[in-house]
């Protein structure tokens, strides 16, 4: 297994590993920021009005995306598994 092998590894791990935060990561975002818009307008600063809808929020994107999320995992091992013979071979 030569560095460009262990690289390319890598930098399919990290494309995956964004993809799959992706939808969890950016409905976080967007609830946390229009919450935040909201306090700001009507000047309620209160802890929890922030964090319970972001926890709503993120639990039904799990749920609506952890079906296309598990399924990319699975796709990106059974890739890795399949590429480990030829690595191996490599050395």
Not at 4 to 10: H, K, M, P, S
Not at 24 to 47: D, N, Y
Not at 51 to 79: C, R, Y
């Amino acid at each position: 297994m030569s560095d460009a092998d262990v690289t390319q590894i890598a930098a399919d791990t990290m494309m995956v590993a964004a993809k799959v935060a992706a939808p969890i990561l950016l409905t976080a975002l967007l609830v946390g920021f229009l919450i935040s818009l909201f306090q700001a307008a009507t000047q309620i600063q209160e802890a929890t009005l922030s964090f319970v809808p972001k926890m709503i929020a993120v639990s039904i994107a799990m749920l609506v995306t952890g079906n296309w999320v598990l399924s990319e995992l699975v796709s990106f091992t059974h890739t890795l598994f399949d590429q480990l013979p030829a690595l191996l071979d490599r050395t």
